[in-house]
């Protein structure tokens, strides 16, 4: 049984990118039918949300609450999937991402799969550095000494997990995915596997 994925895709002021991510969205080898895609702006001032209507995709607006992932709790919240699939709004998506992701989630115990996230072409002294440090690198999570953990930009997690354990951070900047991968090995007793 194929599952109905919802896709969350938080966004501030990334018009210039958010188009080749949608598209890459749109081109998933998944069955349409059963695949959502939301758009959840957090505000943007730039041109974004014409970007987001040009798309056949859900756009929801995160306008209370600052931060990604608040704007990932309203996608979640919205979304109708079994499954959801988290990604940000400058990357780009391998056509093959959700049908390489589901099938871990054939032992029950499974509650989220991540897999890795690759740079770009470094264009900066900063991107140069990340690329150099492996800072994006997903397998590094795995590798934590407490739990392994996931980032946002490439995990999915059964919706199951947020009914057990709730809800991203809204008041942390950066780490929330982390904490959230934790407690739901914590406290929702599910695995995250690395895909």
């Not at 966004?11 to 059963?34: F, Q, T, V």
């Not at 002294?125 to 930009?153: C, D, G, M, W």
Request: proline content about 3%; overall charge negative.
């Amino acid at each position: 049984m194929i599952p109905k994925i919802s896709v969350i895709v938080p966004n501030y002021n990334d018009a210039s990118k958010l188009s080749e991510c949608i598209r890459s969205l749109l081109d998933l080898n998944y069955p349409k039918e059963k695949l959502e895609i939301i758009i959840v702006d957090n505000g943007s001032t730039d041109n974004s949300i014409q970007v987001i209507k040009e798309f056949p995709v859900k756009l929801l607006i995160e306008k209370n609450i600052k931060g990604s992932y608040a704007a990932r709790n309203l996608g979640v919240k919205k979304a109708e999937g079994e499954v959801l699939a988290f990604t940000d709004s400058d990357c780009v998506v391998d056509k093959q991402w959700l049908y390489n992701s589901i099938k871990y989630f054939a032992t029950e115990d499974v509650g989220g799969v991540a897999g890795e996230i690759l740079g770009v072409e470094p264009k900066t002294l900063v991107e140069e550095f990340q690329l150099f440090k492996k800072v994006l690198e997903q397998s590094r999570s795995f590798n934590h000494s407490y739990y392994p953990s996931a980032i946002t930009a490439n995990v999915i997690y059964k919706k199951d997990v947020f009914n057990k354990i709730g809800v991203f951070e809204t008041d942390w900047i950066s780490g929330g995915d982390v904490d959230f991968s934790w407690r739901m090995q914590i406290y929702g007793k599910m695995k995250l596997i690395y895909a």
